[in-house]
């Protein structure tokens, strides 16, 4: 089975983008996998699939596969690169589209300076809809909201670490730490990702405070690991920020492959999400069937 594809990034999130508006690959886990591995395959944290509108009101259905080939609900970093590969290949008119996702629909905006933006939607807190699971835990108060504490057994012992929980379409918990370049990301990350607390595991944040403008954050996603940057990840630490009272409404965020730029009001409104999607090559592979 002889396929094309596009490779692309976003502050070096990267895809494998497949176009399928015209025929379905009806591609296996084990075909994703084998597309996202970075020996045999082509290499990617993700692979998205471009599909017709499933519905009236919406231009494209956007597929997300992880690199262990597990469909999840959002990727940010994506749908940025999601909504370039459309404009360029012709297949959208206008610099705005309405995509659906597995989490709801998304609205990508092309910027003149060939930046995009996209409406994330808004943050989700209520426990059993991110899905945490809170039984037998107390919420521990901090600035205007609150922080979990949480039991990790790790190869030094046991250790507790202070999570903010939400979804921003996806699971996330993030911890604030002082320096993120030594934080346990590649020791805590993926025990936080398994973590019982989470039936639907979560993306791991690490968010260090530069000032009320500016963080910097790694995160080991859901299903990928450690990338050089996280789309929801950056939605999601933003957000904690703000509700814990330590960021304003615009926030830069630095990740080890770039400047995303994060913007909440508060309440019910939508996070926007602004930052680079690049096209890297194009190719086809063969994969087995």
């Known amino acids: 089975m ?125 426990p059993e809809q991110v899905p945490f699971v809170a039984a037998g835990l107390s919420p521990h108060k901090d600035g205007s909201w609150q922080k979990w504490h949480l039991a990790l057994d790790t190869e030094a012992g046991s250790a507790i670490v202070s999570v903010a929980v939400l979804s921003m379409g996806n699971p996330h918990a993030v911890q604030e730490v002082a320096d993120v370049d030594r934080a346990p990301v590649a020791d805590q990350g993926p025990l936080i990702e398994h973590h019982s607390r989470f039936p639907k595991r979560v993306n791991a944040g690490f968010m260090q405070v530069v000032d009320r403008g500016r963080i910097r954050l790694r995160v080991w996603e859901r299903g990928a690991g450690e990338t050089l940057a996280c789309g929801t990840g950056a939605c999601a630490a933003v957000v904690a920020g703000i509700r814990l009272g330590r960021l304003d409404a615009r926030v830069d965020v630095e990740t080890r492959g770039g400047l995303l730029t ?15 999607a690049v096209t890297v090559f194009e190719g086809e592979i063969e994969l087995q069937e």
């Not at 508006?21 to 082509?42: C, E, I, K, S």
């Not at 459309?86 to 709801?104: C, F, M, P, S």
Request: proline share 6%; aromatic share 8%; net charge neutral.
């Open 2 to 126: 002889r396929i094309r594809f596009t490779k692309m990034q976003g502050a070096g999130n990267d895809f494998v983008v497949l176009d399928e508006t015209r025929q379905r690959l009806h591609l296996t886990p084990q075909q994703y996998r084998r597309l996202a591995d970075r020996h045999f395959g082509v290499g990617a944290d993700q692979i998205l699939s471009v599909r017709p509108a499933p519905a009236p009101g919406v231009d494209f259905e956007y597929v997300i596969h992880n690199a262990d080939g597990g469909e999840v609900e959002q990727c940010g970093n994506g749908a940025r690169c999601f909504a370039r590969y459309v404009a360029d290949k012709g297949l959208a008119r206008g610099d705005r589209i309405r995509v659906q996702t597995l989490a709801g629909v998304i609205e990508p905006r092309l910027n003149p300076d060939g930046r995009v933006t996209v409406d994330m939607g808004r943050p989700v807190f209520e």
């Open 262 to 276: 994060i913007e909440w009001a508060g309440g019910d409104a939508p996070v926007l999400m602004t930052g680079p």
